[in-house]
């Protein structure tokens, strides 16, 4: 008789999970921005004993140019083990691809093999034919299938954007997830509360106004996103829109506390147009509706012109340009990456309300330009972008490639190609792992996943 059991990389708790042993592969998304190469996944050695460790070890280049690889993520994880979903005997074996320019969604093989083999493309009408979404962005395993957010409607340009819902074993396109959408118009990022059946989205623009970069006039316009969107997960209704001010554009990374019994988490804010900062906020559940509070700001930090890149120049400061945040298994740390500044920032936010700032580290930097200490000689450009860790808690990687068209507007000499690894505990950068330059043979990283899982790929349904 064949026993069936669950992936041993799905962990029915957050404890479970950051008890788990250390990955020891890393997977990152690596894009060419001159289109004319294709892109890649590269796979690094993240363990220390190893003696390839920090090196790329594995290498698969897709077929087409011009995808610029973005967010991407597993085809399935612990949320398999939730009590109604369907998938408890599915592996964490494929991992899903998207195209954030061309539409194409790639679906790649990780098992038993240390670079990743293709084994399905999704065909930009494919996803616009069945779902009405282009410009994939985002990818969570959850309930009922693979969500994949989209920036763009089916004509690529315009929205609205939303979730597409893959089948977790064939990977077709079943659809679209919304049935009531409601005013919900601009899209980016998604995630749950998966015990309380609530869905959270958040808002960038349509690819026409995110395509060439920042555009002046509709920041200032304030026309990018700047509201958060509660959903019925179960009935995929519409049922709360949240307005942080139109001042504040962009919020973007949505982090939800791991506890399945909490119904909190965080948002980064990009900028403020009233005076270039960045913030953190805590939404929650209070009065019986969801609710934002400001939690963290991050001011522009004052800086000659003359150093400036031309979409700076007139503020004469450059912005922290929190681009990414990610919490940990935990819930205890919150990390903030500051791209514009070349910082990371790790808080306390053992209080959601109250976070206190722990440690920085500054790498990078559009003024600064400061280097690694395992290269000291060599200044860097391009800042913590994306950002990953461990499941303990005790590793955390940063990238320097944000999105092409903003990379040449905020390092119009280029960014550069590097992957950092810092020790949390100490806050120190690991001088024995930095990967960079030509180790990603030309291309851009963008994107980190960890092998069996890391802390922002997981759902969790037991306390």
Known sequence: MTLWTPDPTFYPSPRDAAAAPAERLAYVAAFDRGAERPDAIAVLDTDPSSSRYGRVVGWTDLPYTGDELHHFGWNACSSALCPYAPHPHVERRYLVVPGLRSSRIYILDTKDRVSPEIVKVIEPEELAARAGYSRPHTVHCGPEGLYVSALGGANGEEGPGGIAVLDHQSFEVLGRWEVDRGPQYLAYDFWWHINHDVLVTSEWGTPSMIEGGVVGELLLGRKYGHRLHFWDLRRRRHVQEVDLGDQYQMPLELRPAHD???????????????????????????????????????????????????????????????????????????????????????????????????????????????????????????????????????????????????????????????LAKIDTGSFTFDERFFPHGDDFRGLRPHQVRLQGGDASSDSYCYP
């Not at 929190?322 to 935990?330: E, G, K, M, N």
């Not at 790498?363 to 800042?383: D, F, M």
Request: charged share 20%.
């Open 260 to 418: 399945p019994t909490r119904t909190y988490g965080f948002v980064g804010v990009v900028t403020s147009v009233e005076d270039l900062s960045a913030s953190v906020w805590t939404w929650f559940h209070e009065d019986g509706r969801w609710q934002v509070r400001k939690v963290i700001d991050i001011p522009a930090e004052p800086a000659d012109p003359a150093l400036l890149p031309d979409v700076l120049k007139p503020f004469g400061a450059v912005p922290p340009l929190v681009t990414d945040i990610d919490l940990a298994v935990d819930d205890q740390r919150l990390y903030v990456s500051c791209w514009g500044t070349g910082e990371i920032k790790q808080y306390d936010v053992a209080d959601p309300f109250k976070p206190v700032e722990l440690g920085s580290l500054r790498i990078g930097g559009i003024v600064g330009n400061r280097a690694h200490p395992a290269a000291p000689g060599e200044p860097l450009r391009g800042g913590p972008q994306m950002v990953e860790v461990s499941r303990d808690g005790s590793r955390l990687y940063v990238t320097n490639s944000l999105y092409g068209a903003w990379d040449d507007q905020f390092y119009p000499e280029g960014v550069g190609a590097w």
